[in-house]
């Protein structure tokens, strides 16, 4: 495995698990491993990650085929981006770093924790859902228009602009529609594999996310969290050191701008064991 500086000196290449995985270091401290949302890259990171690196070594990593990540020849499977996120930690010699991650990022994030529980020191999963039949109708609607032939009208978006920059190939975005739409539309459910999780986690959306509040609090209660009082001392919180987050005034598309994400991350990383 080899890392290899980034030509504009901002990052580097680590060779994991078949894929060059771009990733930026910034700040000292505990390691926090940031996971950026689908059709994004580490950059959406860029209003909080002044908070976040005054508290931690902070490594944002671009996934597979986002970002200055090119793709590769494998579907967009969460359960094998986890996988290079563990190699990523490896590779780097981290010691149970935290990890964060919001939206695709925040699956990733679950399922590093789920599958590497060995690697992971606290996990944040920010707006992830763990079935697909919790999103809303209308959302699904919209993700079932995502593909290739989507790409001549995103040419005005934020998400188009940004992959022309940074991407190695800019002319995969089309690629990329197609493979993200084909992951969207793909049944899950993560039920059984959340209700093992060993790692203390913190399930984190706003108050108008992509599903319903509900839905995150089914995931909390999964955790052993929402069945009980907590007692005076905290006694009855749940086992294993999972919280539950709901951002007021935020939805999907704007939570992880917010201070609120970095404030509540910070306070939930920093507690002691």
């Known amino acids: 495995m080899t890392a290899t500086q980034h ?8 060779d994991v698990n078949g894929i060059n995985l771009y990733y930026e270091t910034h700040g000292t401290g505990r390691p ?9 890259s580490g950059e959406m990171f860029a209003p909080i990650l002044p908070s976040l690196a005054d508290h931690h070594q902070v490594i944002v990593v671009d996934l597979q085929g986002h970002g200055r990540t090119a793709d590769i020849d494998r579907p967009l499977d969460i359960p094998l981006m ?8 490896d590779h780097l010699g981290l010691q149970k770093p935290d990890v964060v991650g919001y939206s695709l990022g925040g ?5 590093v924790a789920i599958r590497h529980p060995h690697q992971v020191g606290r996990l944040v999963a920010a707006s992830a859902n763990i079935r697909r039949d919790a999103i809303y109708p209308e959302m699904l ?28 190939r800019p002319e995969d975005f089309p690629r990329l529609l197609d493979k993200i739409g084909a992951a969207m539309a793909k049944d899950f459910d993560y039920t059984e594999e959340v209700r093992g999780l060993q790692v203390p986690t913190l399930i984190m959306a706003a108050d108008a996310d992509m599903a319903p509040p509900s839905h ?46 970095a404030a509540v991350t910070l306070a939930f990383l920093d507690q002691q064991d």
């Open 107 to 111: 699956g990733v994030a679950l399922h």
């Open 7 to 14: 030509d504009a000196g901002s990052g580097q290449y680590a």
């Open 141 to 168: 609607q919209q993700q079932g228009q995502v593909g290739a032939a989507a790409a001549e009208f995103m040419k005005d978006t934020p998400m188009y602009e940004l992959y022309q920059r940074v991407a190695p």
């Open 32 to 40: 926090l491993i940031l996971l950026h949302g689908g059709l994004c």
């Open 216 to 261: 995150y609090v089914e995931v909390f209660k999964l955790l052993d969290g929402g069945l009980r009082d907590g007692g005076w001392m905290g006694e009855n919180r749940p086992k294993g050191g999972h919280a539950l987050a709901i951002l007021p005034g935020l939805t999907h598309y704007d939570i992880a701008d917010s201070p609120l994400f």
């Open 82 to 89: 986890a996988d290079d996120i563990a190699a990523l930690i």
